[in-house]
């Protein structure tokens, strides 16, 4: 009975944003593009430009070509850092359960149809085992791994499941899974070149199983495609860096680059069995599933039209991605609408507007954990609910709770301890202004 009643759901759903689609505003002058591209597990010390030693050189153009954001952070975890990046609502709100999005969230992608938007989702899902959702979220095209299929019937990379506009697709081993998804995601801005289109790409580089890529050497062999090793850690980096400058090239070849904007971030920080060697002689392990900055800070590089070059220090977390795609697509804001993100689209043109984040909060439950974890972070200072207080810009890796701090930092704990008494409960919608109080 449960089934069958989502069943309906899903089908009303469908038929009610197909009704919507249908009386979107397409005659309007063009908008910008957004190509928005997710890695899978890749912190901000896996990238180059934030002073990695690993091979990123299409990502590093990017940077010198837009803007790089140094204080972005997600959510520790993929599926708690995709549901609030394509809602612009902490956790709190709507997260029930790993790899889930309840049917009945608007996304980024409603917003792109919206504004009369063709839109398209490539790559990992990991947000309810149904094909018909990705239609119900909003994407008229997609091409994922982990749809309908659970991750125990296929892997990604060699050997790929994935399903094509609902369709399973024949196995085969001579075919890597990154490749297929980005060639959809290539095909797709092609077939839309004429019009306005959003294209979201959540990578499955670089998520363990750590296998071969086929620009490694043990990829000649059949047998070896899917033995795992950390060696290939690098390489897996060094091909996602090669597929973003495949998807780079072909909006310059379409002639797409002056009206095109080109997102690149991750979704949490790196598996903890990754060490990265960064340049200045450092090395900074992954910090995936915890709480400290190597599982949050992740890269945010943007490049396009009216972007302003160089880099962004303010705070930026994935509640901010939903009104800024709302803002960039030309959509009015719905004062209806409870949200917690807070628009970065005026600093992608003026780094030095004074509407910014002053502190971000974190509502985050490990999949494999009941309870719940909470804290909310400036640049400098970091609270935890149950009462751990650090200067992050000093003490990174959390090492010394300040017990009794400086008139100035007990002033600070108690604003933070007050932003944490906005969300007390879960699931409920308690409205408060994000960051900028």
Same mark, same amino acid.
């Given at each position: ?13 469908? &038929? ?33 430009? =934030? ?18 954001? &140094? ?23 709507? =997260? ?60 990604? %990379? ?17 075919? %890597? ?64 860096? !090669? ?14 680059? $002056? ?7 991750? $979704? ?48 930026? $977390? ?26 970065? %689209? ?34 400098? %200072? ?17 090492? $010394? ?21 906005? =969300?007390?409960?879960?699931? !409920? ?9």
């Amino acid at each position: 009975m449960k089934r069958l009643k989502r069943f309906f759901l899903l089908n009303g759903l469908i &038929a009610s944003y197909g009704a919507s689609l249908i009386a979107a505003d397409v005659s309007s002058p063009r908008k910008p593009n957004v190509v928005l591209i997710m890695a899978d597990d890749v912190g901000f010390e896996c990238i180059n430009a =934030y002073g990695s030693t690993y091979h990123t050189p299409n990502i590093n153009r990017m940077a010198s070509q837009g803007m790089l954001f &140094a204080n972005c952070h997600s959510q520790p975890l993929s599926t708690p850092s995709r549901v609030q990046l394509m809602t612009g609502k902490y956790n709190h709100r709507n =997260y029930t359960h790993f790899a889930y999005l309840d049917p009945k969230e608007k996304t980024f992608a409603h917003l792109a149809k919206e504004a009369g938007y063709a839109t398209c989702i490539a790559g990992k899902w990991q947000l309810g085992y149904d094909s018909r959702l990705p239609k119900v979220f909003g994407f008229d095209s997609h091409c994922l791994w982990q749809l309908s299929q659970e991750r125990e019937k296929g892997e990604r %990379y060699a050997n790929p499941l994935y399903e094509l506009e609902g369709r399973i697709m024949e196995r085969d081993s001579n075919l %890597y899974g990154p490749d297929i998804f980005a060639r959809h995601i290539m095909d797709f801005i092609r077939e839309n070149k004429d019009t306005s289109f959003f294209a979201y790409y959540p990578m499955a580089l670089c998520h363990d199983p750590f296998f071969p890529t086929p620009d490694s050497e043990e990829w000649a062999s059949p047998q070896s495609r899917e033995k795992a090793h950390l060696k290939y850690f690098s390489e897996m980096v060094s091909y996602m860096d !090669k597929i973003v400058g495949e998807i780079l090239d072909c909006i310059e070849k379409e002639g797409l680059s $002056d009206n095109t904007l080109v997102i690149f971030t991750g $979704d949490n920080g790196t598996n903890v069995r990754i060490t990265t060697p960064m340049q200045d002689g450092s090395e900074i392990p992954g910090g995936k599933k915890g709480t400290k900055f190597n599982a949050t800070h992740v890269p945010l590089i943007i490049r396009g039209p009216g972007i302003e070059k160089g880099i962004n220090k303010n705070l930026i $977390d994935f509640s901010d991605f939903y009104p800024t795609l709302r803002d960039i697509f030309g959509l009015p804001s719905n004062e209806a609408e409870i949200l917690d993100g807070l628009s970065f %689209y005026p600093q992608l043109s003026d780094p030095a507007t004074k509407n910014v984040r002053q502190w971000s909060f974190c509502h985050y439950q490990d999949q494999t954990k009941p309870d719940y974890i909470r804290f909310v972070q400036t640049l400098r %200072y970091k609270l935890y609910q149950d009462g751990r207080f650090y200067n992050i810009e000093k003490d990174r890796y959390e090492a $010394d709770d300040i017990q009794n701090g400086s008139p100035r930092e007990e002033a600070v704990r108690l604003q933070l301890s007050n932003v944490l008494k906005q =969300y007390e409960l879960w699931g !409920k919608d308690v409205l408060v202004k994000s960051g900028n109080e």
